[in-house]
């Protein structure tokens, strides 16, 4: 599996521009923290670019991810990259045991709270966001109340890294494909 087969998943399975995007913020996230902490990019890229490619046609907590694995099975994805997948969502039992699996709970619901932040700001770009942007938004529980912000705590907490260096982190990792998440003041 390369990621030219990955994004033809992606492109057959989901339709919604922003979901697409998510799913190429968190890639772009999880190929960062691959490589700091020196694991494969591609695979830990690939977990992050399919880790919601099932929720256009399987969306509730009954299916998702769990009804995609064997779609994902049937396409060569690899073992592991689909447990990765079932363990990012909490429902499915699947216990988070390597560092791949925790860094794709980690990183996936914050990704969508830097969106949302980057959105409300006049240049609509991740190139000038800081953290204390990040932390001010945070404090309010009606800026993107849909962001489960104990989920992100418990994400940076299993991964082991202070909470606001792993924003800082996937801000950076964001940053170098803003054009592709609409994020870099152009779009």
Same mark, same amino acid.
């Given at each position: 599996m390369d990621r030219e087969q990955a994004l033809a998943i992606v492109h057959e399975y989901v339709q919604n521009l922003n979901l697409r995007r998510h799913m190429l913020a968190v890639e772009a996230v999880m190929r960062n923290y691959a490589?700091?902490?020196?694991?494969?990019p591609d695979e830990w890229g690939l977990a992050g670019l399919l880790h919601d490619f099932d929720w256009e046609v399987h969306p509730s907590l009954e299916?998702?991810?769990?009804?995609?694995?064997?779609?994902?099975?049937s396409r060569g994805v690899p073992e592991p990259i689909i447990r990765c997948i079932l363990s990012h969502a909490d429902h499915t039992g699947i216990p988070r045991r390597t560092l791949m699996e925790r860094a794709l709970f980690a990183c996936d619901e914050v990704t969508g709270l830097i969106t949302a932040?980057?959105?409300?700001?006049? @240049?609509? @770009?991740?190139?000038?966001?800081?953290?204390? @942007?990040?932390?001010?938004?945070?404090?309010?529980?009606?800026?993107?109340?849909n962001v489960d912000r104990d989920e992100i705590v418990r994400g940076a907490h299993e991964l082991g890294v202070e909470l606001w260096d792993h924003i800082e982190r996937i801000i950076y990792a964001m940053?170098?494909?803003? @054009?592709?998440?609409?994020?870099?003041?152009?779009s």
């Open positions: 490589q700091f902490y020196k694991e494969n299916q998702h991810p769990q009804d995609g694995a064997p779609i994902l099975r932040v980057a959105l409300v700001r006049p @240049s609509r @770009s991740l190139q000038d966001l800081e953290v204390r @942007s990040v932390r001010k938004k945070w404090k309010n529980p009606r800026f993107a109340a940053r170098g494909v803003a @054009s592709e998440l609409g994020l870099d003041g152009e």
